[in-house]
């Protein structure tokens, strides 16, 4: 049995509104919320464990020099707030987890340890905390930085950060609140401390003002797969979004970082590592293989490579831009300052070919493509998790309400069936029901 994510990949935003039939109004609505709390819903009647909300900050420029590209596709933005949403997906759902993204960058320690705690009252224990280290300098530039620090430098911050949000969800000890109306005593103040944290970076006096939440801390997930991203992940993560080409590459993946968790003294089995897929699912083998060679023929438009060029720029983090490299010349062997494992990624599986048909071919952002029959697709999942011995996967579609049908009410149904997904849900919290298994 293995757990199911879904992440939200551009986050509480316009997602494609356009050259998609069954994209309905979201062009109109999208910042309404109502197509993600429906989302939310069809995730739990699916059983997914959790659902995962990217965000970021900025109308992107890095491609091109202009926000054209950006705004003509809506490519992460236009995009809302997503802290203000988690509540309204929590209210229709009961039991699936929800993770919201904050950045170690731009937010302060005390803000994000108070707004999470916040929200773990709100969504009775359910709320999780994607931890990001920021990949625009555009972002950088919204909160008064000239630039995103170095690569290395902001994972030390991250570090720092993480530990100073846990310093104030400590604060308050366990039997500080009494509640006691005879008295009358709220809560005991000699188990409320301050926590006078002083870093390189961060300085917070604490304590926290609000009580703890039900899980007094919300569930950790990290999405970076650098050698950096691992580290922080391997001491503080629950959960973990991850890459993987191969099963041996998913294999090798899992080891390091249960290696990495020993070093710092952590049971492996507390962290759930999700691999990113992509399922194209049909009526049949053959409807979902003939849609399959559709998007890869789509793959090479103008349209397509356009927008991937535009992702490369924005993961160098503004570094490079991919406009300025020749599509027929060989993919350029560079850096970045961004999300440098996903630019990695790209550049070393390009070698060899041009950049035209990189763009075309390689998938930075997923790894193993299942297509066929719900059922097809649901025994190819079950067999490559009984090789890679991992905890699950990440699905990241775009979210139109058809994908959400398909894989809600198609793949899951037939990933039950086979017994290789929850039945139901067992625990009140996010943390419990991700660690039952």
Same mark, same amino acid.
């Given at each position: 049995?293995? %757990?199911?994510?879904?992440?939200?990949?551009?986050?509480?935003s316009v997602q494609t509104?356009?050259?998609?039939?069954?994209?309905?109004?979201?062009?109109?609505?999208?910042?309404?919320?109502?197509?993600?709390?429906?989302?939310?819903?069809?995730?739990?009647?699916?059983?997914?464990?959790?659902?995962?909300?990217?965000?970021?900050?900025?109308?992107?420029?890095?491609?091109?020099?202009?926000?054209?590209?950006?705004?003509?596709?809506?490519?992460?933005?236009?995009?809302?707030?997503?802290?203000?949403?988690?509540?309204?997906?929590?209210?229709?759902?009961?039991?699936?987890?929800?993770?919201?993204?904050?950045?170690?960058?731009?937010? %302060? =320690?005390?803000?994000?340890?108070?707004?999470?705690?916040?929200?773990?009252?709100?969504?009775?224990?359910?709320?999780?905390?994607?931890?990001?280290?920021?990949?625009?300098?555009?972002?950088?530039?919204?909160?008064?930085?000239?630039?995103?620090?170095?690569?290395?430098?902001?994972?030390?911050?991250?570090?720092?950060?993480?530990?100073?949000?846990?310093?104030?969800?400590?604060?308050?000890?366990?039997?500080?609140?009494?509640?006691?109306?005879?008295?009358?005593?709220?809560?005991?103040?000699?188990?409320?401390? =301050?926590?006078?944290?002083?870093?390189?970076?961060?300085?917070?006096?604490?304590?926290?003002?609000?009580?703890?939440?039900?899980?007094?801390?919300?569930?950790?997930?990290?999405?970076?797969?650098?050698?950096?991203?691992?580290?922080?992940?391997?001491? %503080?993560a629950e959960s973990m979004?991850? %890459?993987?080409?191969?099963?041996?590459?998913?294999?090798?993946?899992?080891?390091?970082?249960?290696?990495?968790?020993?070093?710092?003294?952590?049971?492996?089995?507390?962290?759930?590592?999700?691999?990113?897929?992509?399922?194209?699912?049909?009526?049949?083998?053959?409807?979902?293989?003939?849609?399959?060679?559709?998007?890869?023929?789509?793959?090479?438009?103008?349209?397509?490579?356009?927008?991937?060029?535009?992702?490369?720029?924005?993961?160098?983090?503004?570094?490079?831009?991919?406009?300025?490299?020749?599509?027929?010349?060989?993919?350029?062997?560079?850096?970045?300052?961004?999300?440098?494992?996903?630019?990695?990624?790209?550049?070393?599986?390009?070698?060899?070919?041009?950049?035209?048909?990189?763009?075309?071919?390689?998938?930075?952002?997923s790894g193993l493509g299942?297509?066929?029959?719900?059922?097809?697709?649901?025994?190819?999942?079950?067999?490559?998790?009984?090789?890679?011995?991992?905890?699950?996967?990440?699905?990241? =579609?775009?979210?139109?309400?058809?994908?959400?049908?398909?894989?809600?009410?198609?793949?899951? =149904?037939?990933?039950?069936?086979?017994?290789?997904?929850?039945?139901?849900?067992?625990?009140?919290?996010?943390?419990?029901?991700?660690?039952?298994?």
């Amino acid at each position: 049995m293995f %757990h199911l994510g879904w992440f939200m990949g551009s986050g509480f935003s316009v997602q494609t509104w356009q050259g998609d039939p069954w994209a309905g109004n979201t062009g109109h609505d999208w910042m309404k919320g109502d197509l993600f709390v429906d989302l939310a819903a069809a995730l739990e009647r699916a059983r997914f464990d959790y659902l995962l909300v990217e965000d970021t900050s900025m109308i992107e420029d890095a491609y091109g020099g202009s926000t054209e590209t950006t705004l003509k596709y809506g490519l992460l933005g236009p995009k809302s707030d997503p802290v203000p949403l988690i509540p309204l997906l929590t209210q229709r759902t009961k039991h699936i987890g929800v993770a919201v993204t904050l950045s170690t960058s731009f937010y %302060h =320690p005390y803000m994000a340890a108070r707004t999470m705690t916040t929200l773990d009252h709100l969504t009775d224990g359910r709320v999780g905390l994607n931890v990001v280290t920021g990949s625009s300098r555009r972002a950088a530039q919204q909160y008064g930085y000239e630039d995103l620090q170095p690569h290395a430098e902001r994972y030390q911050m991250a570090h720092e950060w993480m530990d100073a949000v846990n310093a104030l969800w400590e604060s308050w000890e366990e039997g500080a609140v009494l509640v006691d109306q005879e008295t009358p005593r709220y809560a005991d103040h000699t188990k409320v401390h =301050p926590v006078d944290f002083v870093g390189k970076y961060f300085k917070t006096r604490g304590p926290l003002n609000t009580i703890p939440g039900p899980q007094r801390r919300p569930v950790i997930v990290q999405a970076g797969a650098s050698q950096s991203g691992r580290d922080l992940a391997a001491k %503080h993560a629950e959960s973990m979004l991850a %890459h993987g080409s191969s099963i041996e590459s998913m294999k090798a993946f899992r080891e390091d970082m249960h290696r990495r968790m020993k070093e710092y003294g952590r049971d492996p089995s507390t962290l759930k590592i999700l691999f990113l897929i992509d399922v194209t699912l049909g009526e049949t083998d053959a409807v979902a293989q003939a849609r399959d060679e559709a998007h890869k023929e789509h793959m090479r438009s103008d349209a397509a490579v356009e927008r991937r060029l535009w992702g490369l720029s924005y993961s160098s983090g503004g570094t490079h831009d991919f406009s300025q490299y020749d599509l027929d010349g060989p993919v350029p062997d560079v850096w970045g300052n961004g999300e440098t494992s996903t630019l990695r990624n790209f550049v070393e599986r390009g070698q060899g070919l041009s950049l035209r048909e990189a763009i075309a071919t390689i998938d930075t952002h997923s790894g193993l493509g299942f297509v066929g029959s719900p059922d097809t697709v649901a025994a190819k999942m079950g067999e490559a998790m009984d090789e890679v011995g991992g905890d699950g996967y990440l699905l990241s =579609p775009t979210v139109t309400r058809r994908n959400i049908a398909e894989i809600a009410d198609g793949l899951a =149904p037939a990933l039950r069936k086979r017994g290789l997904i929850r039945d139901g849900y067992n625990h009140s919290t996010f943390r419990e029901n991700l660690l039952e298994f």
